[in-house]
């Protein structure tokens, strides 16, 4: 059933880690340039209906609402819906619920209004991607995703960055997650305050990153190199920790039980471990399932009296978000 003739549209959003940018400061031509993971789970997942009178319900709904007139708006379309949010991502986690939960419902109100909009336009007419694209091609496709960074003048500058590269992630590969449901990352004008108060960003220690990430981290990946692959993001994470740690309490981990979680986990011998954006949720790149399991397993023993961290074991998502029609 083509979208423009259905009742309704349900969406799937993935959850996604965002590993770091390049080079905050711009010193080499384009500023930010990120890493990102799409996940199978967590996920958004939203139905959106044709109704008499605008509606919406469920979890993070206000913020639906705003992006169901704000697409209408734009597209200049006419039409109620209703929108039932069944399943929202931790609102400033570090996995992108704010994009996934805007694009779902761009999307749904796109599709039954007619238009064929790309999740990056949507994104676009939405006020997404300001700094990074790994939210919206985490929507469109999944897999793991580098995108080009923020062009410094010219009509480039008021574009979402360009994709890059987009690898799959290695169907062996799991993805450990550790949450903190007693800390919030940062958001909003606190993120723009704090980001405008970060030291300069070292152009030599940019450059760094940028040959790191051509020459040594996407090659392991598309080898299914885990630790190899780790490796590179792990040293990435240090440098990035160490220079946000003013603005996250001084450390390199927004929350000190998360930061412990992943102590134990990389003196397991695993050395893709870090934080996702502003946190708290942090994550650990495992070469296996059964391994994944056995250091899920030891956290939850480990930190059985905290009941602030839980922990997941995911599989990357290859395939960005699923619409069906109803």
Known sequence: MPFRDAAGIRIRAPARLHL???DLGGTLGRRFGSLGIALDRPATEVTVRRAEADSASGPDSPRAARARDTIRAALDVGGNFAIEVDAALPAHGGLGSGTQLALAVGMAVARLSGSDLSPRAVAE???RGRRSAIGMEAFTAGGV???GGKAMSGPQAELPPPLLARLPVPEDWRILLIFDAAREGLSGSAEV??????PPFPEAQAAHLCHLMLLEALPALAAGDADGFGRMVGLWQRLLGDHYAAAQG?????????AEAV????SEGIPGVGQSSWGPTGFAIVDGAERAADL???LRRRFASSTNLTFDCVRGNNRGAELTAL
């Not at 305050?193 to 970060?198: D, H």
């Not at 001084?250 to 998360?258: A, E, H, Q, T």
Request: aromatic share 6%.
């Open 263 to 266: 102590a134990l986990v990389e």
């Open 125 to 127: 007419l939405l006020g």
């Open 145 to 147: 995703i580098l995108d």
């Open 20 to 22: 770091g940018f390049l």
């Open 193 to 198: 305050a704090a980001m405008a108060a970060l």
């Open 250 to 258: 001084g450390g390199r981990f927004l929350s000190p039980d998360v």
């Open 296 to 298: 899920a397993g030891t």
